[in-house]
């Protein structure tokens, strides 16, 4: 569906809680974090795993998803219970 939505050039808002989602499909990102803005602009400015870690308390390992798409792999940051 975020493909076809891309494909038709149309302005589209969409809240997404998978970041290799919105790294894939969205033009511009918006992350939040404790009701206000932490990050705006281009997916691979702002998906940048050290804000990734603060925001969502995860690490994240940034991969190549083989056709020029960025990734990311997930672990629970250190310290964070199983």
């Known amino acids: 569906m975020l493909g076809l939505l ?3 050039g149309l302005a ?7 970041l290799n989602l919105a790294a894939r499909y969205a033009d511009r990102v918006v992350v ?16 940048d795993p050290t804000l990734i870690e603060e925001v969502y308390a995860v ?4 991969r190549d998803a083989g056709d020029g798409a960025r ?5 629970r940051a250190e310290g964070e219970p199983a």
């Not at 690490?59 to 940034?62: A, G, I, L, S």
């Open 6 to 8: 891309r494909e038709q």
């Open 12 to 18: 589209t808002l969409v809240v997404l809680h998978d």
């Open 32 to 47: 939040l974090h404790e009701g206000r803005v932490r990050a705006d602009g281009a997916p691979a400015a702002v998906l």
């Open 59 to 62: 690490r994240t390992e940034p």
């Open 71 to 75: 990734q990311f792999l997930f672990r």
